[in-house]
């Protein structure tokens, strides 16, 4: 491990992990601190959806930025394959939103119209091609639109895929110590501290998800909290092909022989626990899409504690005060979509060079301006 590498970054979930990946590639010096498993850390909780089209709404200044995302993926997947041997699992088959109800019915429509104007590739599906698809679905389905280039993948495997493939560019891991404070001197950051040791460094990005706003030392408080989603598994029905259906704000998908259904977004601080009243809420949506889920026991159910700011939109840029201080924070129900995107856009800042998006939807800045 480097005494004094070129930059540290905060956090090894799956924003931490895509950052150093893309830094240590541009020959950067990087040094992960990573305190361990937390309870309710968002990366392994997380569903892995990549899913733009049906997340991001037409008015969302993100929409663009997500789209690049997701595309990312389909180059990405391949080479950690061939990096690490990992299978990130990645699905592109698209994702499928129903409608129960004449509100819901109406409101895909005018949805997948917009879609269709700015060039996105999403179809309408008559309640006879919805059951073609999926023969086990609610029998008195009204319609729906399959994002046809959204899809999901493992969050767990792609967290271990870029942790892997950044160490094999030179980056290191420093585990079981969480970083508690910024030393910043002369308006500089010029190292961290842990509980045992401080760790003088040129730069560092946080990246710590909710609990980015709890390090000491901060040249401002950041507008990152914890939202809580809860999740639960079933077996997937016998039969039924592999998919993934969202109907209200619930969502079903298939990973290995298991229906991954999920989520509630509640507002709790920092309790990483499961209530029975979130698990009906997911149980009642996920039984009413496939009914065959009616008999089956929930195999496991957890919760994650998602990085959410004020408006809903990362936090990725450089500090405005502190040069050599760079935030990749409060990505929300975004982070595994976002991951690799970020990696880029950082790297690149730190970097130096031209960006080839519009990044002031994720201007930290937004918040200590106005």
């Known amino acids: 491990m480097s005494a004094n590498p070129d ?14 990946r893309a830094l240590a590639s541009r020959g950067v010096s990087v040094l992960l601190v990573e305190a361990g498993p937390k309870p ?15 997340e991001t709404n037409r008015d969302d200044p993100m929409l663009a930025l997500c789209v690049r995302a997701r595309d990312l993926y389909r180059e990405l997947a391949p080479a950690l394959r061939d990096e690490t041997g990992i299978d990130i699992g990645l699905w592109t088959s698209g994702i ?15 949805e997948v119209a917009w879609q269709r104007q700015q060039g996105y590739h999403a179809e309408w599906l008559t309640p006879e091609e919805i059951k073609e698809r999926h023969p086990g679905i609610y029998p008195a389905i009204l319609g729906g639109v399959l994002a046809a280039e959204d899809g999901a993948l493992d969050p767990l495997a792609l967290n271990e895929a870029m942790l892997r493939s950044a160490m094999a560019r030179g980056a290191n891991l420093l585990q079981g110590e969480r970083v508690d404070e910024l030393v910043i001197r002369d308006g500089r950051l010029t190292a961290v501290r842990t509980a045992t040791r401080t760790i003088s460094a ?32 079933l077996d997937w029905p016998a039969g039924e092909p592999p998919g993934i259906v969202y109907a209200g704000q619930g969502y079903l998908l298939k990973r290995g022989n298991e229906a991954i259904a999920g989520t509630t977004v509640e507002h709790v601080g920092f309790d990483p626990g499961v209530t029975e009243a979130g698990i009906a809420s997911i149980l009642a949506t996920a039984r009413k899409v496939f009914p065959a889920l009616a008999g089956k026991p929930v195999l496991r159910q957890w919760a994650g504690l998602r990085p959410g700011t004020p408006d809903g939109r990362p936090m990725v840029g450089r500090d405005p005060e502190i040069p050599n201080l760079w ?27 031209k960006q080839e998006y519009d990044l002031s939807p994720l201007d930290p800045s937004r918040f200590w301006s106005q």
């Open 202 to 233: 040129g730069a560092a990005v946080i990246a710590a998800g909710c609990w980015s706003g709890r390090i000491s030392g901060l040249p401002r408080p950041l507008s990152v909290e914890p939202v809580r989603g809860q999740l639960v598994a």
């Open 327 to 353: 935030y990749a924070t409060g990505h929300g129900r975004h982070g595994i979509l976002l991951a690799a995107l970020t990696g880029e856009i950082i790297a690149n800042l730190f970097a130096g060079e």
């Open 40 to 54: 309710g850390a968002a990366t392994p909780a997380s569903a892995g959806m990549l899913a733009p089209l049906v």
């Open 7 to 20: 930059l540290i970054i905060v956090g090894a979930g799956a924003i931490g992990t895509a950052c150093a």
């Open 96 to 110: 499928l939103t129903v409608a129960f109800s004449e509100e819901e019915l109406e409101q895909l429509k005018e």
